[in-house]
């Protein structure tokens, strides 16, 4: 267990729907990052907050967003969903932004 | 960017035989991690280890900052040792670089 916990586990909705992920981070982990895992691209970066605060970017679409609160859980937005948009969406913590990334156990969205 | 790369892309082994997988990556980075993924998709820490060498176990890890590789050993392996093993590379901006993976198959 990495301490980094993601809800729901299993996500089944339709195309052009919204859907909301949930992110924990490990306790006293300020910075949290989000990955998105299919089967043509691999593992792949789509976004980081430290402290609530936005630091890096990827491949991120735009019509996904992204947000850190004040108690540092994150959520992420996918809005207009596409077939394309189905995978597994990991969420990962680390203390201080550039050091050790703990992995929670993922959401794995199908779009139907 | 930086470009990682895993070697082999897949492997198979019988019980009990020891492994190396490689990867090389194509700059500096400061932060160098490799991965098990079981096969119910869960992504496990193996190591932290953007220099230098580290053991855990059966496992092992040694990279070459100098050369830009690293290689993961997997001794006596078990059957619960098979999935895919990532290695993945951050260079002062936040976000892992994965390779393609090494899918390994440890048959008993």
């Known amino acids: 267990d990495s301490g980094v916990t993601q809800t729901p586990k299993h996500l089944i909705t339709a195309t052009g729907q919204r859907v909301t992920l949930r992110c924990s981070p490990r306790s006293g982990d300020l910075s949290v990052y989000w990955y998105q895992q299919s089967l043509d691209q691999g593992l792949q970066f789509l976004i980081q907050y430290y402290n609530g605060e936005e630091r890096a970017k990827g491949n991120i679409l735009e019509r996904f967003s992204a947000q850190q609160f004040p108690d540092l859980h994150s959520e992420l937005n996918l809005s207009s969903l596409e077939l394309g948009d189905s995978a597994l969406y990991f969420c990962?913590?680390?203390?201080?932004?550039?050091?050790?990334?703990?992995f929670g156990p993922g959401t794995r969205l199908t779009v139907l | 960017g930086i470009q990682v790369e895993q070697s082999p892309p897949d492997l198979i082994l019988q019980e009990g035989a020891n492994s190396t997988l490689r990867c090389n990556f194509s700059d500096s980075v400061n932060n160098l991690q490799w991965f098990h993924q079981n096969p119910w998709g869960q992504l496990i820490n193996l190591f932290y280890i953007p220099s230098g060498t580290k053991q855990n176990g059966r496992l092992s890890a040694t990279t070459v900052a100098t050369e830009r590789y690293s290689l993961l050993y997997i001794s006596s392996s078990q059957t619960t040792d098979s999935g895919v093993y990532f290695c993945?590379?951050?260079?002062?901006?936040?976000?892992?670089?994965f390779g393609q993976g090494t899918t390994l198959q440890v048959k008993p």
């Open positions: 990962a913590s680390s203390s201080t932004g550039t050091d050790t990334q703990y």
């Open positions: 993945a590379v951050e260079r002062n901006t936040g976000k892992l670089i």
